[in-house]
């Protein structure tokens, strides 16, 4: 049986959130059923986000689940944890881990913030769920 992960991002930003499903053939995954990863830098969750910032390098952010980490590149920008949401720029190039065609990662901004592209698309609203491509899961990830 297929487990599912979800992964959830939540930052203002412009990004509130951001989610993805994927597929785990894991011993712990049998074990537990779906999972969801989340980074809620509104409420500050997981409390390691408190006073993150990646400006001008390469870094890991570490979610609820254990093992789970989004990479962001922010060598051109930066990716700032502010008091109840989390500010990102151009440049700045965040990588949700995805596993296979189909999975799910949700973004949620800031009311009307929707000013990136997630897996190359265009954001068109203020919570915009990709599904990975076929050609995302070797990569590994989905980026934002």
């Not at 930003?13 to 951001?18: F, N, T």
């Not at 049998?30 to 980074?39: H, I, P, R, S, Y």
């Not at 930066?78 to 965040?94: M, P, W, Y």
Request: glycine share 8%.
């Amino acid at each position: 049986m297929k487990k599912k992960l979800t992964l959830l991002l939540v930052a203002f930003m412009a990004v509130a959130a951001v989610a993805a499903t994927w597929s785990l053939k894991t011993a712990r995954a049998e074990a537990t059923g779906d999972v969801t990863a989340l980074w809620d830098f509104q409420h500050v969750n997981p409390s390691t986000l408190s006073g993150m910032t990646i400006e001008g390098t390469t870094g890991s952010v570490p979610s609820t689940v254990e093992g789970i980490e989004l990479y962001v590149d922010a060598t051109n920008g930066k990716l700032v944890q502010r008091t109840s949401d989390a500010q990102f720029n151009n440049g700045t190039i965040l990588r949700v881990p995805v596993k296979a065609a189909g999975d799910e990662v949700t973004v949620v901004s800031y009311p009307n913030y929707h000013n990136y592209t997630i897996g190359g698309t265009e954001a068109a609203d203020d919570a915009v769920t990709y599904k990975a491509k076929t050609a995302d899961a070797p990569n590994g990830y989905v980026e934002i």
